[in-house]
């Protein structure tokens, strides 16, 4: 293939690079399209970002809502955020700042007080040591994927994915024209990948990995020993690890958080290690996430930051300040609660014929699977796959759940116990009248 313009050198035809980006590459000087909406000529979208697919676990949630709004007893396990409100000693900090007129632009990368609470919160927890000249602070945790993914990767680069992975991965690794390397870890395995599994995907082309620890949508935590050998598989091949840890502070039985960034200098160089407060300390709609990396890596995410969104909100890096630095008695309380859920889902689940999930040791989902169902007429409803039975579970038992086709795992349902324990048995009775059919 002959050089492209814009400096697309080569770009072989393959599966692994998205159609939409491949065919960008391929055209080198773009084609100019048109399009007819309501009878008026338009030059078309952009085609990477016409790609893009809506969050199934946010269409859920919205769905969800319109029909409590609209009368309908249904009962939600969609959404990926506590029930629990945020702690008053938060509200209150962010309540004075507003008195205190902090309601100005702060540095694109963060206050230095924000930058400095995350150090301290990292070093305490995960034994790390980094300086506030490594931390960028942005609006959520997504965010934060986004932007280590516009840092690292050139169009075509290979993203490796462990799947099932969460939602937004595979199409924030298109958004950035990077090409997703999708690697099935099995029900059988814990749903975690492999050192070996790692290294033969591993191409010339390959820049990152996604390392989601604890999972979204699985719930399965990476011991040190399975890290270490990732770790060194990625050392050795030379790749960065974007290592989202969001939910470090949500782990049960005992299990101890071990961040993929402490296992040698060599690996902390390589990782741009993503956190926020959204889950630990029930701020999901506060929007602040941030990311710790070597000074030059964060250099370049806070000059794009500059650049696109500016600095997060004000009073919300106030309130974090305040998660952070204050009492942590409440993301303990919230960890029991969730352990406590965790325990019964599970229980009830496998207690049901022709369902089962195995017990996550993080977070607060359980992947459900539905491969038992499939080929069943339920309610007049064929189950083809884990998106029919998620909709005829809506439909027929009032119960919202996120098929996981979006999560590469098509023939698992995956329910979210951060909802009320009332909740979650309301939701297994139903679960259990809807599949007698």
Same mark, same amino acid.
């Given at each position: 293939?002959?050089?492209?313009q814009?400096?697309f050198?080569?770009?072989?035809?393959?599966?692994?690079i998205?159609?939409?980006v491949?065919?960008i590459?391929?055209? *080198?000087e773009y084609?100019?399209?048109?399009?007819? $909406?309501g *009878?008026?000529?338009l030059?078309?979208l952009?085609?990477?970002?016409s790609? @893009?697919?809506?969050?199934s676990?946010?269409?859920i949630?919205?769905?969800a809502k319109?029909?409590k709004?609209?009368?309908?007893?249904?009962v939600?396990f969609g959404?990926?955020?506590?029930?629990?409100?945020t702690?008053?000693?938060?509200?209150a900090?962010?309540?004075?700042?507003i008195?205190?007129?902090?309601?100005?632009?702060?540095?694109? &990368?963060?206050?230095v007080?924000l930058?400095?609470?995350v150090?301290? =919160?990292?070093?305490?927890?995960?034994?790390?040591?980094?300086?506030?000249?490594? @931390?960028v602070v942005t609006?959520?945790?997504?965010?934060?994927?986004?932007i280590?993914? +516009?840092?690292?990767?050139?169009p %075509?680069d290979?993203v490796?994915l462990?799947a099932?992975f969460? @939602?937004?991965?595979?199409?924030?690794?298109k958004?950035?024209? %990077?090409?997703?390397?999708?690697?099935t870890?099995?029900?059988s395995?814990g749903f975690k990948m492999?050192?070996?599994?790692?290294?033969?995907?591993?191409?010339?082309?390959?820049?990152?990995?996604i390392l989601?620890?604890?999972s979204?949508?699985t719930?399965? @935590?990476?011991?040190?020993d399975?890290l270490a050998?990732?770790?060194?598989?990625?050392?050795?091949?030379?790749?960065?690890v974007?290592s989202?840890?969001?939910?470090?502070g949500?782990?049960?039985d005992?299990?101890?958080?071990v961040?993929?960034?402490?296992?040698?200098?060599?690996? /902390?160089? =390589?990782? $741009?290690l993503?956190?926020?407060?959204?889950?630990?300390?029930?701020?999901?709609g506060? +929007?602040?996430g941030?990311?710790?990396?070597?000074?030059?890596?964060? /250099?370049?995410?806070?000059?794009?930051?500059s650049h696109?969104t500016?600095?997060?909100?004000s009073v919300?890096?106030?309130?974090s300040?305040?998660a952070?630095?204050?009492?942590? !008695?409440c993301?303990?309380?919230?960890? =029991?609660?969730?352990?406590?859920?965790r325990?019964?889902?599970v !229980? +009830?689940v496998?207690?049901i014929?022709g369902? &089962?999930?195995?017990?996550?040791?993080?977070?607060?989902?359980?992947?459900?699977?539905?491969?038992?169902q499939?080929?069943?007429? $339920?309610h007049?409803?064929l189950? =083809?796959?884990? !998106?029919?039975? &998620?909709?005829?579970?809506? /439909?027929?038992?009032?119960?919202?759940?996120v098929?996981c086709?979006?999560? %590469?795992?098509?023939n698992?349902v995956?329910?979210?116990?951060?909802?009320?324990?009332?909740? $979650?048995?309301?939701?297994?009775?139903?679960?259990?009248?809807?599949l007698?059919?």
């Amino acid at each position: 293939m002959p050089e492209m313009q814009h400096g697309f050198v080569g770009i072989a035809k393959t599966s692994k690079i998205p159609q939409n980006v491949l065919a960008i590459l391929q055209a *080198g000087e773009y084609n100019v399209q048109e399009t007819t $909406i309501g *009878g008026i000529t338009l030059k078309e979208l952009a085609q990477i970002a016409s790609a @893009v697919q809506a969050s199934s676990t946010m269409a859920i949630d919205a769905l969800a809502k319109q029909m409590k709004a609209d009368g309908v007893d249904v009962v939600g396990f969609g959404a990926g955020e506590p029930d629990f409100n945020t702690p008053d000693h938060i509200k209150a900090a962010a309540e004075q700042a507003i008195a205190d007129n902090v309601t100005r632009y702060t540095p694109a &990368s963060g206050t230095v007080a924000l930058k400095q609470a995350v150090c301290r =919160r990292m070093k305490e927890d995960c034994g790390l040591d980094y300086q506030p000249s490594q @931390v960028v602070v942005t609006s959520g945790a997504k965010h934060c994927v986004y932007i280590a993914l +516009r840092a690292l990767v050139n169009p %075509g680069d290979e993203v490796i994915l462990p799947a099932p992975f969460w @939602v937004s991965y595979l199409e924030l690794i298109k958004m950035a024209g %990077g090409a997703p390397v999708v690697v099935t870890a099995e029900e059988s395995a814990g749903f975690k990948m492999t050192a070996e599994q790692l290294a033969a995907a591993i191409t010339p082309k390959t820049k990152a990995l996604i390392l989601n620890n604890p999972s979204n949508p699985t719930g399965m @935590v990476y011991s040190k020993d399975e890290l270490a050998a990732i770790a060194k598989v990625c050392v050795e091949r030379d790749i960065y690890v974007i290592s989202d840890e969001i939910y470090y502070g949500l782990l049960y039985d005992g299990v101890k958080s071990v961040s993929f960034a402490s296992l040698g200098e060599d690996v /902390k160089e =390589r990782t $741009i290690l993503i956190n926020g407060v959204s889950k630990s300390y029930a701020m999901t709609g506060w +929007r602040i996430g941030y990311l710790l990396a070597g000074e030059k890596i964060a /250099k370049v995410m806070a000059n794009y930051l500059s650049h696109s969104t500016g600095s997060p909100s004000s009073v919300s890096q106030a309130a974090s300040v305040a998660a952070l630095n204050g009492p942590q !008695d409440c993301v303990e309380t919230m960890r =029991r609660a969730f352990e406590e859920r965790r325990n019964y889902i599970v !229980d +009830r689940v496998n207690a049901i014929d022709g369902v &089962s999930c195995i017990k996550p040791e993080g977070a607060f989902y359980i992947m459900m699977n539905v491969e038992k169902q499939l080929g069943r007429t $339920i309610h007049g409803e064929l189950i =083809r796959s884990g !998106d029919d039975f &998620s909709a005829a579970l809506l /439909k027929h038992g009032l119960v919202a759940t996120v098929p996981c086709s979006g999560f %590469g795992a098509p023939n698992f349902v995956r329910w979210s116990y951060a909802t009320s324990m009332d909740n $979650i048995k309301k939701g297994m009775d139903r679960l259990e009248e809807f599949l007698k059919g």
